[in-house]
């Protein structure tokens, strides 16, 4: 028999990886409003198309059905190939959006690079509606049978490996954007973009790298998503997007950090009241505790970082 | 010394949309100067720094550099060829260390020794900073955000700095230090171009200077000359200008 204790950790664990996933998302959102004051709604769907390019990266490698198991170096390389890939296409796929829909309209105030984003947004997922005919594919599951039970609490091989690529992720997102001269002249431009630019930066490179960054940690979290759900459909990138936004904002939009703890946070309160709630319930509470934190802290939970404009 | 100036500005004329800032405007300075440019609010004197900084492009006229023509080219060609900019109320990156904020006006010079050795010059003219190099530079207090602004400034290793304002917001204490240093900088064979309210003090360190009303230069003359000229103390030196 399971007691409360061990259904408590055992959801803290299902949690943490869907957690790991919205805050890999998240950073995609606040990276891109730090610099730019914009919310960036194509990045739904860049997630969304990670998780069919890491299909098609698994297939292509011959692991198709979710029979095919891997152990070993094989595995490894296959997740990795995957990984990379998804990464760098997704990555690319952002740029190009920044550079052909959103560069012509900087400078130009108002929420109309917003709405070219949910623009941008609709195409990427007509464009999948209609390529897949709206049908939901099954995703490989490599390490379907490696899982560890550990008092009831049972760990599966697939969530220690989301832990061990958004670690791995995030602190090297940490670590760039602290120490290197891009993650510098980042940090500057998102303080006072005017003065970067004086100190010559070239702020087009930094608002490319931006995208660059977040739309390959889109990626990685699609891949994940198909990777932790064994499906990829169309239509994922609106309700993950959605949470993932408001963890960004639950930790304070703009703010690196803020986007981790608020992606982790909105994963354990998913899992948490759909557990002990309903999960029909799950998203009205994740809502109505962003509504919360919004009224009593405005900034979010570690602060909102905008842009300076002078 | 060559006779080719420093900077040059040639019948610039900026605008913002439709509004017509900087008229038929001709400026020279010369290397190894300080020259100061007086003028009320919306005179046009943020622009003239924002035209030579490359933020704005000028629609017509020309300014050279060394004798060659920047006003196209973007921003960082010319912090790379020697101009950078102590900026109005110092724009420091509020949320990067001191340390980071020098680095930032090192960026388009990726030499690690000479980064160490100007890095030593300014903490040597400024042991302060040295002192606070690891705290946030929006904790400072607004004299040492003022000596980080110009220590970031010489981080560029630069042959001209221009200055907006570089007294606003310091005690009058304060204001004669940073005079002093402006003029410790200058000896060192940088050449100024100042914005400044405070007509009196840029003056009594300045080789030169222009007045600038709504757009146009008035006047120009050496520092003396515009120091003794009656519409100059009336409308500049007679009372305190106070923000």
């Known amino acids: 028999m399971i007691t409360p204790i061990e259904l408590f950790a055992q959801q803290a664990v299902n949690g943490l990886s869907l957690g790991a996933m919205y805050a890999l998302l998240a950073l995609g959102f606040t990276l891109v409003y730090g610099i730019l004051e914009l919310i960036n709604f194509a990045h739904f769907n860049v997630f969304m198309i990670g998780s069919f390019v890491g299909l098609i990266v698994l297939q292509a490698l011959g692991i198709a059905g979710q029979s095919v198991v891997l152990h070993g170096a094989p595995l490894i390389f296959a997740l990795l190939l995957a990984l990379i890939v ?74 220690i490996l989301i832990w061990i690529i958004s670690l791995i992720l995030m602190v090297g997102l940490d670590q760039f954007v602290r120490r290197s001269r891009l993650g510098k002249a980042m940090r500057a431009t998102a303080q006072d973009a005017e003065a970067a630019r004086m100190m010559g930066v070239d702020v087009d490179r930094v608002v490319s790298t931006a995208f660059f960054a ?19 459909q169309y239509s994922i990138g609106y309700s993950a997007g959605l949470r993932a936004f408001t963890a960004a904002v639950l930790g304070g939009i703009g703010n690196v950090p803020g986007a981790m703890l608020g992606g982790i946070l909105i994963g354990l309160i998913e899992t948490m009241s759909s557990q002990y709630i309903a999960t029909k319930w799950a998203d009205v509470i994740i809502f109505s505790i962003l509504i919360l934190v919004l009224v009593f802290k405005p900034a979010g939970l570690l602060g909102a970082l905008a842009p300076n404009r002078s | 010394m060559s006779d080719i100036p420093l900077l040059q500005f040639m019948a610039v004329n900026t605008y913002y949309g439709d509004l017509h800032v900087l008229k038929d405007v001709d400026y020279t300075i010369n290397k190894g100067e300080i020259v100061v440019l007086l003028g009320g609010n919306a005179s046009g004197k943020s622009t003239t720094m924002k035209t030579i900084m490359g933020v704005v492009q000028p629609r017509s006229g020309r300014v050279l550099f060394e004798g060659t023509r920047i006003d196209q080219s973007a921003t960082a060609a010319r912090v790379k060829r020697g101009i950078m900019p102590v900026l109005e109320a110092r724009r420091l990156f509020p949320r990067m260390s001191v340390f980071e904020n020098l680095e930032m006006g090192a960026y388009t010079r990726r030499s690690k020794a000479e980064f160490a ?72 064979g940088i050449s100024i171009f100042m914005v400044e309210q405070n007509a009196a003090m840029a003056l009594s360190i300045a080789h030169r200077g222009y007045v600038l009303q709504t757009g146009r230069v008035v006047l120009s003359g050496s520092a003396a000359d515009l120091a003794a000229n009656p519409a100059i103390q009336d409308a500049y030196l007679g009372e305190m200008v106070v923000d």
């Open chain 1, 86 to 159: 998804t990464m760098l296409v997704c990555g690319i796929l952002g740029v190009l959006i920044e550079r052909f829909t959103l560069r012509p309209m900087r400078g130009v105030r108002g929420p109309m690079a917003m709405i070219t984003t949910i623009g941008v947004s609709y195409i990427l997922y007509n464009v999948v509606l209609l390529a897949t005919n709206a049908q939901a594919l099954n995703f490989p599951d490599p390490l379907a049978t490696q899982d560890f039970d550990i008092h009831h609490v049972v760990i599966r091989a697939k969530q």
């Open chain 1, 214 to 232: 977040g739309s390959a940690l889109a990626g990685a979290a699609g891949l994940i998503f198909g990777l932790y759900y064994n499906f990829t």
């Open chain 2, 117 to 188: 050795a100007d890095l030593e010059l300014v903490y040597a003219l400024f042991p302060r900073v040295k002192e606070r190099r690891g705290q946030l530079a929006g904790t400072l207090s607004g004299g040492e955000q003022q000596m980080v602004a110009i220590g970031r400034a010489l981080m560029g290793r630069p042959k001209l700095i221009c200055m907006d304002e570089p007294s606003m917001g310091l005690s009058p204490l304060f204001v004669e230090q940073v005079f002093a240093t402006i003029q410790d900088i200058n000896r060192q």
